[in-house]
């Protein structure tokens, strides 16, 4: 391992952020095309919530743990696909609401797992309800998702799932692959 220290710049984070996202393999007849994203921890964080109050409480609790993260807030779920459609689009995670009218968080996210374009972008797809009976609980695995949480009454508690959530993710997004193998 080299120490690079004194050749790279203090800003080097930020210059990584910027400009180096990703490195596309190539297909090949033996190999699937794959992308290495070394900085995708620092992408945005989309938060999928059509109720005001729940969305004042999420934006409340990301700014008491201080990600550096853009926190994108969508009150409909038809604006975050046509958003997260969009080529240049690669979230670090989306959390949903399971219940929300027009297009609803289990649809949304059945969609997302049969467009090409979105699974390879891996995203990690977190459920947030308060919901808790078996129905919702058994609809939400088979739409492999990579978390669930319930809302609750208690502030400290949903700040520390939150918190457990994007700290687990922080440090494995690197190995995660939203493709079934």
Known sequence: MYNLGNILPQN??????????????????????????????????????????DRDILREIFRDLGYKNKIVFFSDSTEALDYIRRPEIEPFIIISD?????????????????????????IPYIFISNAQDEH?????????????????????????KIKNLVDYWKVNINSFSSKKQ
């Open 12 to 53: 080097i984070n930020n210059i990584f952020k910027k400009f180096i996202f990703c490195i596309t393999t190539p297909k090949t007849n033996i190999k699937p095309k794959k992308t290495y994203c070394f900085m995708k921890m620092h992408r945005d964080i989309l938060v999928i919530e059509d109720d005001e109050d």
């Open 98 to 122: 399971i219940n929300m009218p027009k297009l609803g968080g289990f649809e949304l996210r059945n969609i997302i797992l049969n467009e090409e374009i979105l699974l390879d972008k891996d």
């Open 136 to 160: 919702s609980l058994k609809q939400a695995n088979k739409l492999s998702i990579q978390g669930y949480i319930h809302k609750g009454n208690d502030y400290n508690k949903y700040k520390e």
